[in-house]
């Protein structure tokens, strides 16, 4: 059976599973922002999987907007494998219904917990909304999941060369499937991640869509260089690299288009890029396996 799998990954984390399943199946590996700009996306192979990390307990906005270009899924064996540093929670759903959108069917969905890469709450009252930092996973807890990782590509590998069907990778604590279920992540989940994200007025974007404007938060320290590392890994082109007078080199821009993938901060070489006010000093992070390079290929347009 052929394969042909979709990747889109901010710290390699993603990348880094995609690349172990197709050396394990002989499957194409294509990455996502890469075919953004065409108008339709077709895959000849008789199977396709989507790989992609899971943000806010569901799918990327990127995803759902490169499921909408894609044609001819009917009768193909379609599966998901995504990543994730707490739960999977909704991801699986979210993406069937989207593939279901284009005439497809989510065959099987699989999660692989990788190191949380994302931000996290101080435990703090005043000032809430500024708290948040970036949160740091022992070294051992991140040796534990990446050996688990290995082992959960191997399985991954079997079952898709199976053409397994039915099995969804879903969990989540009840207090998330309850907030769910009466859409607190469309309105009190939304209004909070917007104002962590320095966006103070009102937005009839989703939740999903909304997360674009969250880059208003980023901004780039003293130590900033204007090397454009940051605009090279952004998989959207969602960064311009500007002149500053003041410092006397290139600063970067966020253009609201944002994916929230954090690429920009966590592969920056001078750790110059944050995301509000207590980012400065906290350890970054992308897998191991994955360099720089690699992230920079992921992000060109073919």
Same mark, same amino acid.
């Given at each position: 059976m052929s394969v042909e799998i979709y990747c889109f990954s901010g710290t390699g984390n993603t990348l880094a599973v995609a690349r172990g399943v197709a050396e394990q199946t002989g499957a194409s590996l294509t990455s996502i922002p890469s075919l953004m700009g065409r108008e339709t996306i077709s895959s000849s192979e008789e199977a396709i999987g989507l790989f992609f990390p899971v943000y806010h307990k569901g799918i990327p906005l990127i995803l759902k907007r490169f499921v909408g270009k894609m044609e001819g899924l009917e009768g193909k064996y379609v599966f998901a494998t995504y990543?994730? @540093? +707490?739960?999977?929670?909704?991801?699986?759903? +979210? !993406?069937?219904?989207? *593939?279901?959108?284009? @005439?497809?069917? %989510?065959?099987?969905?699989?999660?692989?917990q990788m190191s949380y890469n994302y931000i996290t709450p101080s435990p703090v009252l005043r000032g809430f909304f500024q708290s948040f930092v970036l949160r740091e996973i022992p070294l051992e807890e991140q040796q534990a999941l990446l050996a688990r990782a290995i082992d959960s590509v191997v399985s991954i590998a079997d079952s898709v060369s199976a053409r397994e069907a039915g099995s969804f990778e879903t969990s989540a604590d009840v207090a998330t499937r309850l907030a769910d279920r009466i859409g %607190?992540?469309?309105? %009190?989940?939304?209004?909070?991640?917007?104002? *962590?994200? #320095?966006?103070?007025?009102?937005?009839? !974007?989703?939740? %999903?869509?909304?997360?674009? !404007?969250? +880059?208003?938060?980023?901004?780039? +320290?003293?130590?900033?260089? #204007?090397?454009? *590392?940051?605009?090279?890994?952004?998989?959207? @082109?969602? *960064?311009?690299?500007?002149n500053d007078v003041e410092r006397g080199h290139p600063v970067p821009v966020w253009q609201q288009r944002c994916e929230q993938c954090f690429a920009c901060l966590q592969w920056c070489p001078e750790e110059a890029v944050q995301f509000g006010r207590n980012t400065s000093g906290g350890k970054r992070y992308h897998h191991p396996d994955v360099t720089l390079a690699d992230m920079v290929r992921a992000a060109e347009r073919v």
């Open positions: 990543t994730y @540093g +707490d739960t999977p929670a909704f991801a699986a759903r +979210d !993406l069937g219904r989207h *593939i279901e959108e284009r @005439g497809g069917r %989510l065959a099987a969905g699989f999660g692989v %607190l992540p469309e309105t %009190l989940g939304k209004w909070a991640w917007l104002r *962590i994200g #320095g966006v103070r007025e009102p937005t009839e !974007l989703s939740f %999903l869509e909304s997360r674009q !404007l969250m +880059d208003r938060a980023f901004n780039v +320290d003293e130590t900033c260089t #204007g090397c454009g *590392i940051c605009a090279k890994v952004c998989p959207v @082109g969602n *960064i311009e690299m500007m």
